[in-house]
């Protein structure tokens, strides 16, 4: 997942995704890099428009919490 974010992080520095790119960015930030997934990657996404992928990529949406039980109800009765 490192080299995915790693190549999301080049785009949005308006940056080349090459290999070079790539290995140096997660060499930065102490990754270990396997040349082959970087090859891969970078084949992979060579005729992607990340863009577009982005804008038509769903977003999760948080379930709202569920409601609190209602007060009151069927108390003791008094005698």
Excluded at 15 to 21: A, F, G, P, Q
Excluded at 29 to 40: D, I, L, R, W
Excluded at 47 to 76: F, Q, R, S, T, W
């Amino acid at each position: 997942m490192e080299y995915v974010y790693a190549a999301l992080m080049l785009h949005k520095l308006k940056k080349d995704i090459t290999e070079e790119n790539l290995t140096a960015v997660v060499k930065a930030s102490g990754g270990e890099v396997n040349e082959a997934k970087v090859k891969s990657l970078v084949a992979s996404l060579a005729d992607v428009n990340i863009e577009e992928a982005i804008k038509a990529a769903p977003v999760a949406v948080a379930a709202a919490p569920a409601a609190a039980p209602a007060e009151g109800g069927e108390g003791k009765k008094e005698d």
